[in-house]
């Protein structure tokens, strides 16, 4: 990532995620997916930022509570996948490019969670916001979509950069660790992992950002490289597909 780019993460609610990608240089700030307005804006004030967009990723009130607050404070465009997202200004759709002075953000469509869900990727800088639809060892549960479209959006995620941070729209990483831990309890690497990541979140508060190609071995749901993964899945007889469906329905009850 560039030396004067940098992404700041906003814990919100509960368990989400908001975050200001920030470039030092020219007081600039992109704003991602922002549920609680004031922590947003107190971090814009004290670092003298101008916004130069709000990108949301999908339409669920817990990644656009805050929009309203923020552009009442100080006006900017809103980048939205849909029209009823309250002060939606630009929509997207899959592979327009989000106009910026100091990113490049790529959009990808990635139904699933909904239907009108979009991550957006940055290729040059390595980074992607994937809101709902990839989560560390886990993945969103499926709401509007079906299981097809959110294993052909993960199969789109998997596509990119093993070099890409990912970061992601909520703190559920050691819940979904746990969870794969119950199912692949001889899988050593998801044991080795889980204390890097509890010292991680004990340092900063958080466990992103996470590597997207170290995800591509641990996390299931996204791929089924790992001898393991692809022995379990041949001794229950499913394709990828059936596989993603039979985690899917197990994380759901978890």
């Known amino acids: ?58 339409h669920h009130n817990d990644h656009t509570s805050g929009i309203n ?13 849909n029209s009823n997202i309250n002060n939606t200004t630009r929509l997207v759709k899959d592979g327009e490019k989000v ?51 959110m294993h052909n959006s993960l199969e789109k995620i998997k596509g990119l950069s093993n070099y890409t941070n990912v970061y992601c729209g909520h703190e559920y990483t050691i819940h979904n660790l746990n969870f794969l831990s119950s199912i692949f309890k001889d899988f050593e690497p998801l044991g080795k992992i889980k204390d890097k990541i509890l010292d991680q979140i004990k340092k900063f508060d958080s466990s992103m950002p996470f590597n997207l190609g170290e995800e591509k071995v641990l996390n299931p749901f996204l791929s089924l490289e790992s001898i393991y993964f692809k022995d379990f899945m041949k001794n229950k007889d499913f394709d ?14 978890y």
Not at 12 to 29: F, M, P, T
Not at 240 to 253: A, C, K, P, V
């Open 99 to 149: 106009p910026s002075n100091f990113t490049n953000f790529k959009v990808l469509s990635t139904p699933g969670h909904t239907l009108d869900h979009v991550v957006y990727y940055d290729k040059q800088n390595k980074i992607l916001f994937s809101g709902d639809t990839l989560f560390r060892f886990g993945c969103g549960r499926i709401f509007e979509g079906n299981y097809k479209q």
């Open 1 to 58: 990532m560039q030396d004067l780019l940098n992404v700041k993460i906003i814990p919100q609610l509960k368990d989400n995620y908001s975050y200001i990608v920030v470039n030092k240089n020219l007081h600039s700030a992109i704003i991602i997916d922002p549920s609680e307005a004031s922590p947003i804006i107190n971090f814009i004030k004290e670092n003298n930022l101008n916004i130069e967009a709000i990108l949301i990723t999908h």
């Open 69 to 81: 607050d923020i552009i009442t404070f100080q006006k900017t465009e809103v980048f939205s996948p």
């Open 240 to 253: 990828s597909l059936g596989m993603f469906q039979y985690l899917r329905d197990l994380r759901n009850n």
